[in-house]
C-alpha cells in the first residue's frame, strides 16, 4: 500500500494489488499504461531499500 493514491486510482483499468505491480495484457496488444509503471517503478526501488536495510547499509 506505499503506492498511495495511486493504487486506488478507478479511472481506468489496470492491474496490480496489495501483493504487487501488474497489468492486463490480454492478447499482447495492451501496453502498460503509464499508471501501471510507475507503480512497477515505486515497488522496484521500495523493495530495494527493504533490502538494503536488511543488509545493514544506509
Given at each position: 500500500?506505499?503506492?498511495?493514491?495511486?493504487?486506488?486510482?478507478?479511472?481506468?483499468?489496470?492491474g496490480g494489488g496489495p501483493y504487487g505491480a501488474g497489468t492486463f495484457a490480454g492478447d499482447g496488444t495492451r501496453q502498460p499504461s503509464e499508471l501501471e509503471?510507475?507503480?512497477?517503478?515505486?515497488?522496484?526501488?521500495?523493495?530495494?531499500?527493504i533490502a538494503k536495510k536488511m543488509n545493514g547499509a544506509s
Open positions: 500500500y506505499t503506492f498511495g493514491a495511486g493504487m486506488f486510482e478507478m479511472n481506468e483499468v489496470k509503471l510507475q507503480q512497477a517503478f515505486h515497488q522496484g526501488r521500495y523493495t530495494a531499500l
